[in-house]
């Protein structure tokens, strides 16, 4: 397996938020070798790309967003309620 498919084997199990952290840190590494960074429109390009990627794969197709409400606001220590 190559280096590239690996990575993206990874990033694709990540939360979506995860997974933009992952794209800053590829960026600084790139302006930290001296790498010219994307223009603007490539950015923008590459960013919707990745997120067309995103919402094909339907991340939240499994959560029932009642049950998912339900489970934080059990967690949720309620002031006065001890």
Do not use: C, F
Request: cysteine-free; overall charge negative.
């Amino acid at each position: 397996m190559k280096l590239d498919q690996a990575i993206q084997q990874h990033l694709e199990k990540l939360p979506l938020a995860l997974q933009g952290e992952v794209l800053d840190y590829v960026l600084y590494l790139e302006q930290k070798t001296g790498k010219q960074s994307p223009s603007g429109s490539e950015r923008r390009k590459s960013l919707a790309s990745a997120l067309e990627k995103v919402a094909a794969m339907n991340p939240y197709a499994e959560v029932d967003p009642a049950a998912w409400v339900r489970e934080q606001r059990d967690e949720r220590a309620l002031p006065g309620r001890d």
